[in-house]
């Protein structure tokens, strides 16, 4: 079974701080998401990606395959990026598949 | 807005009762994910339907059920409601049928509560 952990847990920093919340995986996989889900409840997909980095905004996420590990990294944090942060992942191997989730990173920036 | 639409956004029903469900995916995509997000066990996956056929199936409990329609919307039944069931219900749709290299977009969620 592919577990997905996360970490931290929870996350409080201060505006304009670098933020980076790490997602890590215990077998092979076909790709890794991040999302956002807002208190009210919606998830946004943020990037999907199978290999190296991608960048949107001040938004980072990096991926090694080798180490099964990844990281989304924030850049000048503001208040707005507070939301929960989902890793997610897709398994290798043929055939349709949805997700396994990490537990989600609670991100608070304070003014 | 991710253009997948789910209602209702919330629902409060009693134990033993049956709801449904609704999701309509984005314009053009053929795969329909059902997720639940519950606060013990956080957000699983439930089933996939692709073009009609069902397609892969998660951690989903022998009272639920789903189907995905022609014009390529889905519904999933809920029945025999336990307190358990609250949680929220998330649709995605993606294009094509696997989620490895397709973005998948999700629907704002159903609230369901039972008491």
């Known amino acids: 079974k592919n577990e997905v952990e996360q970490s931290p847990q929870n996350l409080t920093a201060q505006e304009g701080e670098f933020i980076t919340i790490n997602c890590s995986y215990s077998?092979?996989?076909?790709?890794l998401h991040w999302l956002q889900q807002h208190p009210g409840g919606g998830i946004v997909s943020l990037f999907m990606l199978s290999s190296g980095k991608k960048k949107h905004g001040r938004l980072i996420a990096t991926i090694n395959i080798q180490e099964k590990h990844s990281s989304l990294h924030i850049t000048a944090s503001h208040p707005r990026d507070s939301a929960v942060y989902i890793c997610?992942?897709?398994?290798?191997?043929?055939?349709?598949?949805?997700?396994?989730f990490g537990k989600g990173t609670h991100l608070i920036i304070q003014p | 807005d991710s253009g997948v639409t789910q209602t209702p956004k919330h629902l409060i029903t009693a134990t033993g009762q049956r709801v449904t469900l609704r999701c309509s995916p984005r314009s053009g995509d053929l795969s329909v994910y059902w997720y639940q997000q519950s606060l013990d066990q956080g957000l699983q996956f439930l089933i996939q339907y692709y073009n009609g056929e069902e397609r892969a199936k998660g951690n989903i409990l022998e009272r639920f059920s789903a189907q995905q329609f022609p014009d390529l919307h889905s519904e999933l039944n809920l029945s025999s409601l336990e307190l358990g069931d609250s949680a929220l219900y998330f649709c995605?749709?993606?294009?094509?049928?696997?989620?490895?290299?397709?973005?998948?977009?999700f629907g704002e969620g159903s609230w369901l509560t039972v008491v």
């Open positions: 995605a749709s993606s294009a094509a049928g696997r989620v490895v290299g397709n973005t998948i977009y």
């Open positions: 997610a992942v897709s398994y290798s191997g043929g055939g349709a598949d949805g997700l396994t």
């Open positions: 077998v092979g996989i076909s790709a």
